[in-house]
T-cell receptor, first 114, second 110 residues
Protein backbone atom coordinates (compact mmCIF):
# COMPACT_ATOMS: atom_id res chain seq x y z
CA UNK A 1 0.00 0.00 0.00
CA UNK A 2 1.14 3.55 -0.68
CA UNK A 3 1.98 5.43 2.50
CA UNK A 4 4.12 8.13 4.04
CA UNK A 5 5.65 7.90 7.49
CA UNK A 6 7.14 10.46 9.82
CA UNK A 7 8.71 8.33 12.55
CA UNK A 8 9.23 11.13 15.07
CA UNK A 9 6.19 12.63 16.78
CA UNK A 10 8.26 15.21 18.66
CA UNK A 11 11.78 16.53 18.16
CA UNK A 12 13.47 18.83 20.67
CA UNK A 13 16.56 20.82 19.75
CA UNK A 14 18.45 23.74 21.19
CA UNK A 15 18.50 27.01 19.34
CA UNK A 16 21.50 27.08 17.00
CA UNK A 17 21.70 23.31 16.75
CA UNK A 18 21.21 21.40 13.52
CA UNK A 19 17.95 19.69 12.67
CA UNK A 20 16.89 16.66 10.69
CA UNK A 21 13.27 15.54 10.38
CA UNK A 22 12.65 12.16 8.85
CA UNK A 23 10.17 11.14 6.18
CA UNK A 24 9.82 7.76 4.50
CA UNK A 25 7.40 6.61 1.86
CA UNK A 26 6.21 3.32 0.50
CA UNK A 27 5.62 3.26 -3.23
CA UNK A 28 6.85 1.32 -6.24
CA UNK A 29 8.21 4.37 -8.02
CA UNK A 30 9.41 7.84 -7.11
CA UNK A 31 6.57 10.04 -5.89
CA UNK A 32 6.46 13.79 -5.81
CA UNK A 33 7.65 14.90 -2.36
CA UNK A 34 6.86 17.94 -0.26
CA UNK A 35 7.54 19.43 3.16
CA UNK A 36 5.09 21.83 4.80
CA UNK A 37 5.29 23.83 8.01
CA UNK A 38 2.36 24.78 10.20
CA UNK A 39 2.66 27.42 12.89
CA UNK A 40 0.11 27.33 15.72
CA UNK A 41 -3.35 28.36 14.56
CA UNK A 42 -2.21 28.72 10.97
CA UNK A 43 -2.58 26.86 7.72
CA UNK A 44 0.17 24.90 6.02
CA UNK A 45 2.98 26.65 4.19
CA UNK A 46 5.07 24.91 1.55
CA UNK A 47 8.77 24.74 2.47
CA UNK A 48 10.09 22.83 -0.52
CA UNK A 49 9.28 20.15 -3.07
CA UNK A 50 10.97 17.49 -5.17
CA UNK A 51 9.75 16.20 -8.50
CA UNK A 52 12.91 15.02 -10.26
CA UNK A 53 16.51 15.99 -10.95
CA UNK A 54 18.93 17.17 -8.28
CA UNK A 55 18.22 15.16 -5.14
CA UNK A 56 19.16 18.01 -2.79
CA UNK A 57 16.42 20.58 -2.75
CA UNK A 58 16.63 24.05 -1.28
CA UNK A 59 13.58 25.64 0.27
CA UNK A 60 12.48 28.73 2.12
CA UNK A 61 13.58 29.76 5.60
CA UNK A 62 16.97 28.06 5.21
CA UNK A 63 15.59 24.53 4.94
CA UNK A 64 16.77 21.83 2.57
CA UNK A 65 15.79 18.24 1.94
CA UNK A 66 17.52 15.32 0.32
CA UNK A 67 15.79 12.61 -1.66
CA UNK A 68 17.39 9.19 -1.27
CA UNK A 69 15.85 6.65 -3.59
CA UNK A 70 17.65 3.70 -1.98
CA UNK A 71 16.14 4.55 1.40
CA UNK A 72 12.75 5.81 0.15
CA UNK A 73 13.39 8.90 2.22
CA UNK A 74 13.05 12.65 1.96
CA UNK A 75 14.51 14.09 5.14
CA UNK A 76 14.29 17.77 5.99
CA UNK A 77 17.37 19.53 7.36
CA UNK A 78 18.43 22.89 8.68
CA UNK A 79 21.99 23.64 9.82
CA UNK A 80 21.05 26.09 12.60
CA UNK A 81 17.60 26.22 14.14
CA UNK A 82 15.99 29.47 15.27
CA UNK A 83 13.36 29.75 18.00
CA UNK A 84 10.86 30.82 15.32
CA UNK A 85 11.20 27.40 13.65
CA UNK A 86 9.15 25.83 16.43
CA UNK A 87 6.12 24.45 14.59
CA UNK A 88 4.53 21.31 13.19
CA UNK A 89 6.18 19.87 10.09
CA UNK A 90 4.42 17.66 7.60
CA UNK A 91 5.85 15.53 4.86
CA UNK A 92 3.52 14.91 1.94
CA UNK A 93 3.67 12.77 -1.17
CA UNK A 94 1.79 12.62 -4.42
CA UNK A 95 1.81 9.27 -6.14
CA UNK A 96 1.90 9.78 -9.91
CA UNK A 97 -0.36 7.72 -12.09
CA UNK A 98 -3.54 8.37 -10.18
CA UNK A 99 -5.43 11.37 -8.91
CA UNK A 100 -3.09 14.15 -7.88
CA UNK A 101 -4.02 13.94 -4.21
CA UNK A 102 -1.44 14.78 -1.53
CA UNK A 103 -1.07 12.20 1.22
CA UNK A 104 0.33 13.52 4.48
CA UNK A 105 2.39 12.03 7.23
CA UNK A 106 1.19 12.46 10.77
CA UNK A 107 3.54 15.34 11.40
CA UNK A 108 6.52 16.07 13.61
CA UNK A 109 6.30 18.71 16.29
CA UNK A 110 9.53 20.69 16.62
CA UNK A 111 10.32 22.17 20.01
CA UNK A 112 13.18 24.65 20.23
CA UNK A 113 14.91 25.31 23.56
CA UNK A 114 16.67 28.64 24.08
CA UNK B 1 -3.65 37.78 -3.80
CA UNK B 2 -6.25 36.06 -1.63
CA UNK B 3 -5.47 32.44 -2.49
CA UNK B 4 -7.89 30.25 -0.57
CA UNK B 5 -10.53 31.71 1.71
CA UNK B 6 -12.33 29.60 4.28
CA UNK B 7 -15.34 30.63 6.35
CA UNK B 8 -16.12 30.66 9.14
CA UNK B 9 -12.80 30.82 10.99
CA UNK B 10 -14.31 29.00 13.93
CA UNK B 11 -17.71 27.68 14.94
CA UNK B 12 -19.37 26.01 17.89
CA UNK B 13 -22.18 23.80 16.68
CA UNK B 14 -24.85 21.83 18.49
CA UNK B 15 -24.93 18.13 17.72
CA UNK B 16 -27.54 17.26 15.12
CA UNK B 17 -27.33 20.61 13.37
CA UNK B 18 -26.44 21.03 9.72
CA UNK B 19 -23.37 23.08 8.84
CA UNK B 20 -21.65 24.15 5.64
CA UNK B 21 -18.02 25.14 5.62
CA UNK B 22 -17.20 27.46 2.77
CA UNK B 23 -14.09 27.44 0.62
CA UNK B 24 -13.27 29.73 -2.27
CA UNK B 25 -10.09 29.95 -4.32
CA UNK B 26 -9.05 32.58 -6.84
CA UNK B 27 -6.20 30.68 -8.48
CA UNK B 28 -8.35 28.82 -11.00
CA UNK B 29 -7.01 25.48 -9.84
CA UNK B 30 -8.88 22.44 -11.08
CA UNK B 31 -8.18 20.25 -8.06
CA UNK B 32 -9.56 21.00 -4.61
CA UNK B 33 -9.57 19.06 -1.36
CA UNK B 34 -10.99 18.99 2.14
CA UNK B 35 -8.86 17.65 4.97
CA UNK B 36 -9.48 17.35 8.66
CA UNK B 37 -6.63 17.71 11.13
CA UNK B 38 -6.70 15.93 14.44
CA UNK B 39 -3.95 15.70 17.03
CA UNK B 40 -1.66 12.77 16.34
CA UNK B 41 -3.41 11.86 13.11
CA UNK B 42 -2.10 14.53 10.77
CA UNK B 43 -4.27 15.56 7.84
CA UNK B 44 -6.81 13.10 6.55
CA UNK B 45 -8.59 13.54 3.25
CA UNK B 46 -12.37 13.85 3.47
CA UNK B 47 -13.39 14.57 -0.11
CA UNK B 48 -11.74 15.84 -3.24
CA UNK B 49 -12.61 17.24 -6.64
CA UNK B 50 -10.36 16.98 -9.67
CA UNK B 51 -12.40 19.43 -11.70
CA UNK B 52 -15.67 21.32 -11.58
CA UNK B 53 -18.61 18.95 -11.69
CA UNK B 54 -16.78 15.95 -10.23
CA UNK B 55 -16.12 14.86 -6.66
CA UNK B 56 -14.64 11.83 -4.95
CA UNK B 57 -14.40 10.28 -1.50
CA UNK B 58 -11.25 10.40 0.53
CA UNK B 59 -10.11 8.47 3.57
CA UNK B 60 -12.79 9.70 6.00
CA UNK B 61 -15.90 10.74 4.01
CA UNK B 62 -18.68 9.49 6.29
CA UNK B 63 -20.94 12.25 7.57
CA UNK B 64 -19.70 14.77 5.02
CA UNK B 65 -20.75 15.81 1.54
CA UNK B 66 -19.32 18.20 -1.01
CA UNK B 67 -20.30 19.84 -4.27
CA UNK B 68 -18.30 21.51 -7.01
CA UNK B 69 -20.64 23.61 -9.11
CA UNK B 70 -17.82 25.81 -10.42
CA UNK B 71 -14.03 26.03 -10.35
CA UNK B 72 -13.78 28.48 -7.47
CA UNK B 73 -16.05 27.07 -4.76
CA UNK B 74 -15.90 23.78 -2.87
CA UNK B 75 -18.25 23.76 0.14
CA UNK B 76 -18.22 20.99 2.72
CA UNK B 77 -21.49 20.07 4.42
CA UNK B 78 -22.08 18.21 7.66
CA UNK B 79 -25.65 17.01 7.38
CA UNK B 80 -26.09 16.20 11.07
CA UNK B 81 -23.05 17.07 13.16
CA UNK B 82 -21.68 14.69 15.79
CA UNK B 83 -19.04 15.37 18.46
CA UNK B 84 -16.47 13.21 16.63
CA UNK B 85 -16.52 15.79 13.87
CA UNK B 86 -14.88 18.29 16.19
CA UNK B 87 -11.71 19.11 14.31
CA UNK B 88 -9.84 21.69 12.30
CA UNK B 89 -10.85 21.61 8.66
CA UNK B 90 -8.57 22.69 5.86
CA UNK B 91 -9.52 23.37 2.29
CA UNK B 92 -6.77 23.14 -0.31
CA UNK B 93 -6.28 23.48 -4.04
CA UNK B 94 -3.59 22.27 -6.43
CA UNK B 95 -2.06 23.14 -9.73
CA UNK B 96 0.24 20.53 -11.24
CA UNK B 97 3.15 21.55 -9.01
CA UNK B 98 1.97 22.50 -5.53
CA UNK B 99 -0.89 22.43 -3.07
CA UNK B 100 -2.09 25.57 -1.32
CA UNK B 101 -4.06 25.68 1.91
CA UNK B 102 -6.61 27.92 3.51
CA UNK B 103 -6.23 29.08 7.09
CA UNK B 104 -8.62 26.47 8.41
CA UNK B 105 -11.97 26.32 10.18
CA UNK B 106 -11.97 25.23 13.79
CA UNK B 107 -15.23 23.38 14.42
CA UNK B 108 -16.45 22.26 17.81
CA UNK B 109 -19.52 20.05 17.99
CA UNK B 110 -21.15 19.97 21.43
Amino acid sequence: AQSVTQPDIHITVSEGASLELRCNYSYGATPYLFWYVQSPGQGLQLLLKYFSGDTLVQGIKGFEAEFKRSQSSFNLRKPSVHWSDAAEYFCAVVFPGGSYIPTFGRGTSLIVHP
Amino acid sequence: IAGITQAPTSQILAAGRRMTLRCTQDMRHNAMYWYRQDLGLGLRLIHYSNTAGTTGKGEVPDGYSVSRANTDDFPLTLASAVPSQTSVYFCASSDSASTFFGQGTRLTVV
